[in-house]
């Protein structure tokens, strides 16, 4: 059964002993990012600040939500301790049964509204998570809704904001995205303000679709009513034409204004590194609705394990095991790892046809997910045992055929390794390395593998199997 709210997610961590309750009191600027960023690298329960400087008893802060695989398999209903290859998977299989959301008439987000002069965003404990970041960010784990005022489609997604003023943000929305795509090819050319409504503290399987790379054109609320395997409960916006979950924390409507850009940043990015300040689009506020005692829900971005790399390394992992399916290529299993800032994927295939590498690789760079590293193995390696993987690359990729490189290709201007140039044209490079035995060798020349798996008869791998704790070793 899903969790109905944040709420009931957080109660389930604490159950498990994945949250860390802190009631000392923490200061917004700089030292909760600091915490987050700690439990992040340590890989520590959630932080769950419940007494902020500043800010009266009820007013929370939480740090990261999903920011383990443990936590989207909890998220999931599934056991913590699933596999990576279990997520993805189950997430493949809810996602193929979209469930349609329900409007309700009311909800928690209700309990509070607020427009007109009234509006404050520094109402809540809105953290400076990095030193050197350009301002206190309120929007960095939740949901966007954006509507095409054409088809009526709505897409869901994370757009990060810096407040400006206690009415006024500035987003990030590059225009590749889909929000930075229906902004500048549809309401801007015809002098509209763009409404946006940004939900934050919501149910977590909310967050993993508004996360994943889906299609333009399809409702990520429909994907995260099949993850959750129940409808979404959705409500009315107070004064732009989009609806909410209506158990979100805090929700904030606004209009992105054309023609206007401010400075947005600096601020600290997924693949690890400091980002430089960026255009930026205004949002200018026109109502804040929240619930009582409000929890803001937080990311502090930097070297990985963080919250995206974590969900999207199942989410977007799903999505391009699909799309290869779907492409009718004989894939195994892929593995997109957290670790490498979602910049490295690695595929297992059963090759039929000679270059089959760059069929994958290439269905992989035609996708919504931009991953610039792509390695492609046998179907005796498993893509998630990174020993393994490492052995492939080392042993069957030809250090000069094995290796392809490709120039010009669209980029993402948060990879550190890209020039200026790059940067500023989201232009990028791509490799892919083709760690399979050629097809065109005679089997006599396939080296054969040095394991306990191969090397000795089966009657006998049984039999060591059976014997092992007798030997004196462990469980294995």
């Known amino acids: 059964m899903a969790f109905r709210d944040l709420r009931e997610f957080i109660s389930a961590l604490k159950g498990v002993g994945d949250l860390q309750e802190i009631e000392r009191e923490v200061d917004w600027n700089l030292e909760a990012g600091a915490i987050m960023r700690l ?74 509204v607020i427009t007109g002069e009234d509006i404050d965003l520094a109402k809540f404990p809105v953290p400076i998570l990095h030193e050197g970041d350009g301002g206190r960010y309120i929007s960095s784990w939740h949901i966007d809704a954006i509507k095409d005022p054409d088809s009526g489609w709505v897409n869901w997604a994370m757009y990060r904001s810096m407040l400006l003023s206690k009415n006024t943000l500035a987003k990030q929305i590059a225009p590749r995205h889909h929000g930075g795509l229906i902004f500048r090819a549809k309401y801007e050319p015809r002098n509209q303000v763009m409404p946006i409504a940004m939900a934050i503290g919501v149910e977590p399987l909310c967050n993993v679709a508004a996360a994943a790379d889906i299609p333009a054109g399809m409702d990520e609320v429909d994907v995260a009513g099949g993850l959750r395997q129940e409808p979404v409960e959705l409500i ?14 805090i929700v904030i409507e606004a209009e992105v204004q054309p023609g206007e850009r401010v400075s947005e940043g600096p601020f600290s990015e997924f693949p690890g590194y400091v980002g430089p300040a960026i255009e930026g689009l205004v949002l200018k506020v026109k109502c804040i609705s929240h619930r009582n005692d409000p929890i803001l829900t937080s990311c502090c971005e930097g070297i990985p394990v963080s919250d995206g790399h974590a969900t999207k390394s199942v989410c977007c992992a799903a999505e391009l095991l699909k799309l290869l399916r779907e492409r009718a290529l004989p894939v195994v299993d892929l593995h997109l790892y957290p670790e490498g800032a979602l910049c490295f994927v690695v595929v297992s295939i059963n090759p039929i046809y000679g270059n089959i590498a760059h069929g994958v690789a290439s269905a992989i760079w035609s996708s919504g997910t931009i991953t610039p590293y792509v ?26 055929r094995g290796i392809h490189k ?71």
């Not at 009315?236 to 924390?249: S, Y």
């Not at 045992?385 to 080392?394: F, G, I, K």
């Not at 200026?420 to 399979?436: A, H, I, K, N």
């Not at 020349?445 to 070793?473: C, H, I, M, S």
């Open 39 to 112: 439990a992040y690298e340590r890989q520590l329960p959630a932080p769950l600040f419940t007494n902020i400087k500043g800010y009266p008893p009820g007013y929370r802060l939480m740090g990261g939500t999903l920011a383990t695989l443990r936590r989207v398999a909890i998220a999931m209903g599934l056991d913590p301790e699933s596999p990576c290859r279990a997520l993805v998977e189950e997430y493949i299989k809810r996602s193929e049964n979209c469930i349609k959301p329900i409007l309700v008439k009311d909800g928690p987000c209700k309990e509070n």
């Open 236 to 249: 009315k916006c107070e004064t732009v034409d989009l609806q909410v979950p209506a158990n979100a924390e």
């Open 375 to 400: 390695v492609v193995v046998d179907s005796d390696v498993d893509p998630s045992n990174l020993n393994q993987v490492l052995h492939a690359m080392a042993t069957k990729c030809h250090p000069y």
């Open 406 to 476: 490709t120039e010009h290709t669209r980029g993402n201007r948060m990879w550190p390794f890209t020039t200026p140039q790059e940067r500023r044209y989201t232009m990028g490079s791509c490799v892919y390395f083709d760690c399979t035995w050629p097809i065109d060798w005679d089997p006599s020349q396939v080296p054969t593998r040095a394991a306990f798996d191969t090397n000795y008869p089966k009657e006998l791998q049984e039999k060591v199997l059976k014997n092992w704790k007798n030997y004196g070793y462990k469980e294995l």
